[in-house]
């Protein structure tokens, strides 16, 4: 079963006041949604009959009710609706920025709503990597983006913090992905008391040389890659094509944790066949037992 007024209420509550700022989940499934474009099987059946079990693609909102502004983490197909969620919130029609984690289509794409067929932005901040930055400058319809001034390209350096207001810091953290197109980031968000850690996309683990242990003693949430839960979900494909940490390899990594630092891992980006995406699955209670978490779409975290 699933809570959806639960998640109308918590996405629509008011900020009486609230100063501190919060980030909000607008959306956790993987770059196509849920349910998946031309699937027909088991996985996809319910939620292609049942609108209310549509899931948008992985996405967070920052909000800082102090100054009135807000920000997303990644420009997804689902922008007009996760766009809409903060303007609800801060009572303006646009963000006051965008930082990209990749040229992957999840991640990007929602930019197009920006242009002159759309909303027709002025100057909006989008904040990318080097070679995020060059591919939108060179690269049709996006560069019409920069052109016409819909949006204003930041550079960002990983390892070296943003300070969007003077409470939030985000900082860019480089991480190995299949990088056709751009480098791939997550990113550190540090609030006025905690820090939240964001990586939606990354090859295994192992391949990184950074410390997801060490990360997570140190920030107070972690959302982290949560594609494929193992590796069975796609029967015949390849999964070194697509070598994402599984989430029971992230488990499994993270199991010596002590409880109150495992209760900190929120898993997100989960595949159409991903079975988490059904709150009442086998694998959300395994996790779930586990003493990790899972995103789901309008939670609420103070920063």
């Known amino acids: 079963m699933r809570?959806?007024?639960?998640?109308?209420?918590?996405?629509?509550?008011p900020l009486y006041g609230q100063q501190a700022p919060f980030i909000q989940v607008l959306g956790t499934?993987?770059?196509a949604?849920?349910?998946?474009?031309?699937?027909t099987k088991t996985c996809c059946e319910r939620a292609w009959a049942d609108g209310a079990m549509h899931e948008p693609v992985s996405c967070l909102g920052l909000v800082d009710p102090a100054s009135g502004q807000s920000w997303l983490f990644d420009a997804?197909?689902?922008?007009?609706?996760?766009?809409?969620?903060?303007?609800?919130?801060?009572?303006?029609?646009?963000?006051?920025?965008?930082f990209?984690?990749?040229?992957?289509?999840?991640?990007?794409?929602?930019?197009m709503y920006l242009g002159r067929e759309v909303m027709g932005t002025h100057q909006i901040p989008v904040y990318a990597m080097p070679r995020m930055e060059a591919f939108l400058k060179t690269n049709g319809p996006w560069s019409q983006l920069v052109t016409l001034e819909n949006i204003a390209l930041r550079p960002i350096t990983?390892?070296?913090?943003?300070?969007?207001?003077?409470?939030?810091?985000?900082t860019p953290i480089l991480v190995p992905h299949r990088d056709e197109y751009s480098e791939t980031v997550g990113y550190l968000i540090k609030g006025a008391s905690k820090t939240a850690l964001f990586i939606p996309d990354i090859d295994k683990w192992e391949r990184w040389d950074g410390s997801l242990v060490q990360l997570i003693r140190e920030v107070d949430w972690a959302f982290i890659d949560a594609t494929f839960f193992d590796g069975d979900e796609l029967p015949g494909r390849d999964m070194s094509e697509i070598p994402h940490p599984f989430v029971i390899e992230s488990m499994a990594l993270l199991s010596r944790l002590p409880d109150d630092q495992k209760s900190r891992v929120y898993f997100i980006h989960m595949n159409h066949s991903n079975p988490m995406l059904d709150p009442?699955?086998?694998a959300t209670k395994k996790v779930l037992e586990s003493g990790f978490q899972i995103a789901r779409k309008g939670m609420r975290f103070g920063m």
Do not use: R, W
Not at 33 to 39: F, I, Q, R
Not at 158 to 170: D, F, H, L, R, Y
């Open 76 to 98: 997804t197909p689902d922008l007009p609706a996760q766009m809409m969620a903060l303007q609800e919130l801060t009572g303006k029609n646009t963000v006051d920025g965008i």
């Open 280 to 282: 009442q699955s086998d």
């Open 3 to 13: 809570f959806p007024f639960l998640f109308i209420f918590l996405f629509a509550l």
């Open 100 to 111: 990209l984690t990749h040229a992957h289509i999840g991640h990007y794409t929602g930019l």
């Open 33 to 39: 949604g849920y349910p998946h474009a031309g699937c």
């Open 29 to 31: 499934a993987q770059d």
């Open 158 to 170: 990983a390892g070296s913090k943003v300070e969007v207001t003077e409470s939030i810091q985000v």
